[in-house]
Each structure stands twice: as structure tokens, then as C-alpha cells.
Nanobody
Framework: QVQLVESGGGLVQAGDSLTLSCAASGRFLSTYAMGWFRQAPGNEREFVVAISWSGGSSLYADSVKGRFTISRDNAKNTVYLQMNSLNPVDTAVYYC????????????????????WGKGTLVTVSS
């Protein structure tokens, strides 16, 4: 069993940066591909970014490419999401997710395909 706990969300202004963390307990994260999804008010949850179990490969949604960076530290059982140049459309609850398959599968995964979800952290970007 894995428990994922996100942190680092908050209220920022447009153009600011923020780093989210996802800490895992219970089992080693290194056996899972990890990713972030987000859900804005009134919208469905959407894929943001994913990273392979080794950290050597990653995949980004077009909307965040060049602004967000995912990384992981398997020794610390933690995944990070560095978010730069934030704008109001990035406002959402951000969820950390662990998947036992390939990181490349993340964009097509349904909620039930994800092995473990965090409870989310709210990011609000004001204009």
C-alpha cells in the first residue's frame, strides 16, 4: 500500500513560480511511474505531466510544456513539480498519481487505471 501526500500549493500571482511535492509512504516509489493531474473548477481532471520510474524520461501536456518540470528523488520517495510562469488558467487542484505501468501511458489513463492517488493540493493563480 502506498500513501501519497501532496504539498506546496497556495495562492500566487501570475508569472510566479511554485514547487509542489508528493511524498510517498508505505512502499518505495521507485517501482512506479509517477505523474501529476489537475482539476480546475467545473472541469474534468486532466493530465499534466508524468515521469518514468527511473526519472530518465518524462512526458508533458502541451499546455505546460516549457513551463513545468517534473523530477523525482527515489531515495526520498518524493516527486516534485516545478511550475514557472504560472497564469490563471493553471488554477486547479493538483493530484499526484502512481502507476504501475509505463509513464507514457499516463495521458490515456482513466482514474481506475491509477494505482494510487494523492488527495490533492490547491494552486490558485491570481491575475
Amino acid at each position: 500500500q502506498v500513501q501519497l501526500v501532496e504539498s506546496g500549493g497556495g495562492l500566487v500571482q501570475a508569472g510566479d513560480s511554485l514547487t509542489l511535492s508528493c511524498a510517498a509512504s508505505g512502499r518505495f516509489l521507485s517501482t512506479y511511474a509517477m505523474g501529476w493531474f489537475r482539476q480546475a473548477p467545473g472541469n474534468e481532471r486532466e493530465f499534466v505531466v508524468a515521469i518514468s520510474w527511473s526519472g530518465g524520461s518524462s512526458l508533458y501536456a502541451d499546455s505546460v510544456k516549457g513551463r513545468f518540470t517534473i523530477s523525482r528523488d527515489n531515495a526520498k520517495n518524493t516527486v516534485y513539480l516545478q511550475m514557472n510562469s504560472l497564469n490563471p488558467v493553471d488554477t486547479a487542484v493538483y493530484y499526484c498519481a502512481a502507476h504501475g505501468g509505463s509513464y507514457a501511458e499516463f495521458p490515456a489513463l482513466s482514474d481506475s487505471d491509477i494505482n494510487y492517488w494523492g488527495k490533492g493540493t490547491l494552486v490558485t493563480v491570481s491575475s
